[in-house]
């Protein structure tokens, strides 16, 4: 079962502190966004606990998008105990995203 979830920038900080953390920024109106997200659920899915995933979404939460200067969506930052890892700009295909997330797990 999927388990990404949505933060707010009143959420964001809590949720993404501990452990390993990809954060998906997107917006309703984006279409790599919505092509990203059947991608991020299968991630999800076959990782469980090992990644948390969230989805930020940059129209209503504008200060963490600012925070983490989010220029273009989808962008997806990879966290390693509150510690910027990495980031992905742009739809990436799911090989692209296990790899990446393989490196911090």
Do not use: H
């Not at 920038?9 to 966004?33: I, N």
């Not at 991630?43 to 990644?51: D, M, Q, T």
């Not at 129209?59 to 910027?84: R, Y």
């Amino acid at each position: 079962m999927s388990n990404v979830q949505e933060v707010t920038d009143a959420t964001f900080a809590t949720e993404t502190k501990d452990g390993l953390v990809l954060v998906d920024f997107w917006a309703p109106w984006c279409g790599p966004c919505r092509m990203v997200a059947p991608v991020l659920d299968e991630i999800s899915e076959e990782l469980g606990e090992k990644v948390k995933i969230v989805k930020v979404n940059v129209d209503d939460n504008q200060a963490t998008s600012k925070e983490f200067g989010v220029m273009s969506i989808p962008t997806l930052i990879i966290k390693k105990d509150n510690e910027v890892k990495e980031t992905i700009i742009g739809y990436r295909p799911k090989e692209e995203l296990d790899e990446a997330i393989a490196k911090y797990l």
